[in-house]
């Protein structure tokens, strides 16, 4: 049509543009993870193979980031840890949205005795001092990679679980879900096409502040000596620089400033997605 100006579009790449900080938070991920996928490329030697060339300081040669009490190359096991915990984090993370979406879903759709029971669950877990128990659980069960996802992801779904209820409470009377009800739709497709993305919103802000958690709470497992010893992960190195932290500051400091950058990231990037996917605010400036 000749003479109209076309509005831009408001996606929501452009509101999240838009945000203080989602920019820098979305390239602070992107860097980490193809650093993680690059991680056999980017590395200078192979992270356990250690030297004679032991605690050297950042810059030395053919050590960037210097060497720890073994002579390992902090730069390798940097990159190589980076695998470890942005798996563990966006595959936990993943994991409770899931659970948290389909008991939610559940609990809010179905209502009654099944709701009030789903709830309590959801209560009880989050009740639940969740380091402490993934520690014992960790301890009795092992410290693979598969279990500490596992644990992170069956203790975080409740947050989501309860957001997802509380949106499908809402929506299950709306009239376009009466109308797809009286069209002959299963009680499934309903809640799957008509009502769960109408709660989308909630459900990706959440999942973007858990992989936060859970690469926290991966770290501080990893920090205690329950991390998985096959791999190497932020965690684990920070564990073993806790007796060199006066004599050799380089092997705490890099892998802790490269958890709170990932973390700070998805973070910011959560409270953007928050912002962007709000509909009081979308289409604010």
């Known amino acids: 049509m000749t003479g109209l100006a076309l509005a831009p579009r408001n996606t929501l790449w452009s509101r999240l543009r838009r945000r203080p900080g989602a920019t820098l938070a979305m390239a602070a991920i992107a860097i980490s993870v193809l650093v993680a996928i690059a991680a056999p490329l980017l590395a200078l030697r192979d992270p356990f193979s250690g030297s004679a060339a032991s605690l050297l300081p950042p810059l030395s040669p053919g050590h960037p980031l210097g060497t720890d009490h073994l002579g390992r190359d902090l730069w390798s096991q940097l990159v190589y840890g980076a695998r470890v915990s942005l798996a563990v984090g966006i595959l936990a993370a993943a994991s409770a949205v899931l659970i948290g979406t389909a008991i939610g879903a559940i609990a809010g759709y179905v209502g009654g005795v099944l ?42 779904w409740p947050q989501t679980a309860r957001l997802v209820r509380a949106g499908v409470i809402t929506l299950r009377s709306a009239a376009f879900v009466e109308a797809a009800r009286l069209g002959g739709k299963s009680d499934t497709a309903i809640v799957v096409r008509e009502i769960l993305p109408n709660v989308i919103a909630p459900i990706v802000v959440t999942g973007s502040l858990d992989v936060a958690a859970a690469i926290l709470l991966e770290a501080g497992l990893g920090f205690f000596g329950l991390g998985d010893p096959n791999l190497v992960s932020w965690g684990g190195m920070l564990n073993q620089a806790q007796q060199y932290l006066r004599q050799a500051w380089w092997m705490s400091v890099f892998p802790g400033l490269a958890i709170t950058v990932v973390v700070l990231a998805f973070n910011l990037l959560g409270d953007a997605l928050n912002d962007a996917l709000n509909p009081r605010l979308r289409d604010a400036p």
């Open 115 to 156: 709701d009030n029971a789903l709830m309590r669950l959801a209560e009880f877990f989050q009740t639940l001092p969740r380091f402490v128990l993934a520690i014992v659980t960790i301890a009795f069960f092992g410290s693979s990679v598969l279990h500490v996802i596992i644990v992170i992801a069956i203790l975080s």
